[in-house]
RNA sequence: GCGCCCGUAGCUCAGCUGGAUAGAGCGUCGGACUCCGACUCCGAAGGCCAUGCGUUCGAAUCGCACCGGGCGUACCA
């Protein structure tokens, strides 16, 4: 596709001295009304240059431009020169690139040759997988798919919390009060209920802790029989995953999560000794971090044994060493920020100047209407409950529809599954939200099954026209968009213009409700554009341009909802 | 205390790295199916963008201050 406001900067560049394509690019925006145009030229700026009156400079403007066979036309409104394009061109250019590209449209490669690393969801091992974890997860999930479709190699880390002082507790409890049949049989609910009241007790016997702490530090050293036990745990745990990541269309190229780089650390703190950074404070070992505004970065308990942190950056130096990444991404909640901060820190301090292409993404926090979540309160919601509950209410919904019986469970779950999704991809990732059962069962609005049906309805469309459609794909007929430029069908187009754009912005921002928000966008003029003007006409021409727009939105609507990791069923 | 984040319509949120009258969805009220899928569409009501000052030709957007909320703040992750 063109760039048309590439181009309108390069003729701009022309009337304008002293100001390149470049600079003029930047300082053209998109009008708030469409009315007034495609692109709109504020001269503000130009005044002082020109020593003249910013609407004089903008009346020039347009009447040097008047005669310009790139615009349909070029008007002058207070200080501003805008643009209108040649809606027929613009379109007809965007379909021949989706119809082209099809799956691929809104992919491009400007990613080549460089790896992006992208760690989420993360859960725990011996914890049940709850309506938390789904951010990390999903939002991970989507960065993935983003960075892969802007021709990156991405690289999906899930970096199970299979380490630490935890597992000394689940140890130590299980062989107080645990029994292998019961893990066997429910592996989480069962080591959940022993983690528990590992807790319970030690508030009475604080020796407990200690114990536990002793443990780990067995298991920290290989010592056979704290490994077998762990061994089996996480076993069991990821089996319990796994089946929710099925449902998710979730996978991963590496479960390497903390114990992977138990062995790995001793080199760590080699090289902070080499360097100097490395001091021991109240018989821990920490990196000094007071220089920069941050509290220490403990790199070794005084039992000897190590942290989150030190584990953290064990994995980084082995991820560049393994990996070259070019970028190398976490997504982890908001409340680690301070985590992060601390260890990118001590990283630059070692050397590497690596440091800057380490990426926290954070997320803000869920919680329920009675409170914070927590797992060993008992406040918690289960995601294969909203998920099934969710599927549930689809299956009610669609049964009625035109959905046949042999689809019908799968679409259940493609949109089901959807709609908890989009959902969670739909505000900015950084705010704090409050689980609903009400929000995420709500299906109408701005909602993944409001997207998927608008898709689902075009694909009916589609379907009832497969000679036209062929034809269009095959370039046997060659649609006139001078016959579909309606305002409607216009404002449609240039948003499927504007996808390639969104995914880069998604990239840039690290941030999937801008896709979101565009689909919603997408979906939204489409449904216009099918209320206004009827498609099927019986004019051959008409309905091969009104049929071009439609391939073009139901493509869109498909590649973005594939970015967010939701499907896009033809029937629902 | 200190640090980071959030504060836009009754509710949930957009608002592009400063621009032309601040936008959606939900909810409320009122309309549209003998017509390609009504999980749809159209209309109405609803705002001193938490507050104050500053920078600027121009601020919801940038800076400072202040209020409210969240998170974090040495051996958990």
Same mark, same amino acid.
């Given at each position: @596709?063109?760039?048309?406001?590439?181009?309108?900067?390069?003729?701009?560049?022309?009337?304008?001295?002293?100001?390149?394509?470049?600079?003029?690019?930047?300082?053209?925006?998109?009008?708030?009304?469409?009315?007034?145009?495609?692109?709109?030229?504020?001269?503000?700026?130009?005044?002082?240059?020109?020593? +003249?009156?910013?609407?004089? #400079?903008?009346?020039?403007?347009?009447?040097?431009?008047?005669?310009?066979?790139?615009?349909?036309?070029?008007?002058?409104?207070?200080?501003?020169?805008?643009?209108?394009?040649?809606? %027929?061109?613009?379109?007809?250019?965007?379909?021949?690139?989706?119809?082209?590209?099809?799956?691929?449209?809104? &992919?491009?490669?400007?990613?080549?040759? *460089?790896?992006?690393?992208?760690?989420?969801?993360?859960?725990?091992?011996?914890?049940?997988?709850?309506?938390?974890?789904?951010?990390?997860?999903?939002?991970?999930?989507?960065?993935? +798919?983003?960075?892969?479709?802007?021709?990156?190699?991405?690289?999906?880390?899930?970096?199970?919390?299979?380490?630490? $002082?935890?597992?000394?507790?689940?140890?130590?409890?299980?062989?107080?009060?645990?029994?292998?049949?019961?893990?066997?049989?429910?592996?989480?609910?069962?080591?959940?209920?022993?983690?528990?009241?590992?807790?319970?007790?030690?508030? *009475?016997?604080?020796?407990?802790?200690?114990?536990?702490?002793?443990?780990?530090?067995?298991?920290?050293?290989? /010592?056979?029989?704290?490994?077998?036990?762990?061994?089996?745990?996480?076993?069991? !745990?990821? &089996?319990?995953?796994?089946?929710?990541?099925?449902?998710?269309?979730?996978?991963?190229?590496?479960?390497?999560? /903390?114990?992977?780089?138990?062995? +790995? @650390?001793? &080199?760590?703190?080699?090289? @902070?000794?080499?360097?100097?950074?490395?001091?021991?404070?109240?018989?821990?070992? #920490?990196?000094?971090?007071?220089?920069?505004? @941050?509290?220490?970065?403990?790199?070794?308990?005084?039992?000897?044994?190590?942290?989150?942190? $030190?584990?953290? #950056?064990?994995?980084?130096?082995?991820?560049?060493?393994?990996?070259?990444?070019? +970028?190398?991404?976490?997504?982890?909640?908001?409340?680690?920020?301070?985590?992060?901060?601390?260890?990118?820190?001590?990283?630059?301090?070692?050397?590497?100047?690596?440091?800057?292409?380490?990426?926290?993404?954070?997320?803000?926090?869920?919680?329920?209407?009675?409170?914070?979540? !927590?797992?060993?309160?008992?406040?918690?919601?289960?995601?294969?409950?909203?998920l099934n509950?969710s599927i549930e209410r689809t299956r009610e919904i669609i049964k009625?529809k035109?959905v046949?019986?042999?689809a019908l469970e799968q679409t259940a779950k493609d949109v089901g599954v959807g709609a908890?999704?989009?959902?969670?991809?739909?505000?900015?990732?950084?705010?704090?939200?409050?689980?609903?059962?009400?929000?995420?069962?709500?299906?109408?609005?701005?909602?993944?099954p409001?997207?998927?049906?608008?898709?689902?309805? %075009?694909? !009916?469309?589609?379907?009832? $026209?497969?000679?036209?459609?062929?034809?269009?794909?095959?370039?046997?007929?060659?649609?006139?968009?001078?016959?579909?430029?309606?305002?409607?069908?216009?404002?449609?187009?240039?948003?499927?213009?504007?996808?390639?754009?969104?995914?880069?912005?998604?990239?840039?921002?690290?941030?999937?409700?801008?896709?979101?928000?565009?689909?919603?966008?997408?979906?939204?003029?489409?449904?216009?554009?099918?209320?206004? /003007?009827?498609?099927?006409?019986?004019?051959?021409?008409?309905?091969?341009?009104?049929?071009?727009?439609?391939?073009?939105?139901?493509?869109?609507?498909?590649?973005?909802?594939?970015?967010?990791?939701?499907?896009?069923p033809?029937?629902m």
């Amino acid at each position: @596709m063109k760039d048309l406001k590439k181009l309108t900067a390069g003729i701009l560049a022309e009337k304008l001295e002293g100001l390149d394509a470049a600079d003029i690019e930047k300082m053209i925006e998109t009008p708030p009304d469409s009315t007034l145009g495609d692109y709109a030229f504020p001269c503000f700026r130009l005044a002082k240059m020109f020593r +003249k009156a910013p609407q004089m #400079i903008a009346q020039e403007i347009a009447e040097q431009l008047a005669g310009e066979t790139a615009f349909h036309e070029v008007r002058n409104v207070n200080a501003y020169v805008n643009f209108f394009m040649n809606r %027929a061109e613009a379109e007809a250019d965007a379909v021949v690139d989706v119809l082209e590209k099809k799956d691929e449209f809104g &992919r491009s490669d400007l990613g080549a040759g *460089k790896t992006v690393i992208v760690e989420f969801s993360s859960p725990n091992i011996a914890k049940p997988f709850h309506i938390g974890h789904l951010r990390s997860t999903v939002i991970g999930n989507s960065i993935n +798919k983003i960075y892969d479709a802007l021709g990156y190699d991405v690289v999906r880390i899930n970096h199970l919390g299979d380490y630490g $002082t935890q597992f000394g507790k689940m140890i130590v409890a299980y062989r107080k009060w645990g029994s292998e049949e019961d893990v066997r049989r429910e592996p989480i609910k069962s080591l959940l209920s022993y983690y528990v009241r590992f807790h319970d007790e030690a508030e *009475k016997d604080p020796s407990l802790e200690d114990e536990a702490r002793a443990t780990f530090a067995r298991l920290e050293q290989g /010592e056979k029989e704290e490994t077998e036990l762990w061994k089996w745990f996480r076993e069991e !745990s990821l &089996r319990e995953f796994t089946y929710v990541y099925d449902l998710l269309g979730i996978e991963f190229d590496s479960y390497a999560g /903390e114990s992977f780089y138990s062995d +790995k @650390m001793d &080199r760590v703190i080699d090289i @902070m000794n080499e360097k100097g950074i490395l001091q021991e404070s109240q018989g821990a070992q #920490i990196v000094d971090l007071s220089d920069y505004n @941050m509290p220490p970065a403990i790199i070794r308990k005084k039992d000897g044994s190590t942290l989150y942190i $030190t584990r953290d #950056i064990a994995a980084a130096l082995y991820r560049k060493e393994t990996y070259d990444f070019f +970028k190398n991404i976490y997504v982890v909640a908001s409340q680690q920020n301070l985590h992060f901060s601390q260890w990118f820190k001590v990283i630059e301090l070692m050397g590497f100047d690596w440091s800057e292409q380490c990426v926290h993404v954070p997320f803000g926090m869920v919680s329920l209407e009675s409170g914070t979540l !927590s797992t060993r309160k008992g406040q918690v919601v289960f995601l294969l409950d909203v998920l099934n509950k969710s599927i549930e209410r689809t299956r009610e919904i669609i049964k009625e529809k035109n959905v046949p019986a042999e689809a019908l469970e799968q679409t259940a779950k493609d949109v089901g599954v959807g709609a908890v999704v989009f959902n969670e991809l739909s505000n900015n990732r950084i705010k704090d939200y409050v689980f609903s059962w009400d929000k995420v069962l709500n299906f109408d609005g701005e909602t993944g099954p409001y997207v998927q049906y608008t898709h689902a309805r %075009a694909s !009916s469309v589609l379907r009832r $026209t497969e000679e036209d459609v062929k034809a269009l794909y095959e370039g046997s007929a060659v649609p006139d968009m001078a016959l579909a430029s309606s305002d409607a069908a216009y404002e449609l187009m240039k948003a499927v213009r504007k996808f390639p754009k969104i995914v880069e912005e998604a990239g840039e921002k690290y941030e999937p409700s801008v896709i979101t928000r565009h689909i919603i966008d997408v979906a939204q003029y489409f449904n216009k554009f099918y209320h206004d /003007e009827h498609i099927l006409v019986e004019d051959r021409e008409e309905r091969l341009a009104r049929l071009a727009v439609t391939i073009a939105a139901k493509q869109t609507i498909k590649n973005g909802l594939a970015l967010l990791g939701v499907a896009a069923p033809d029937r629902m």
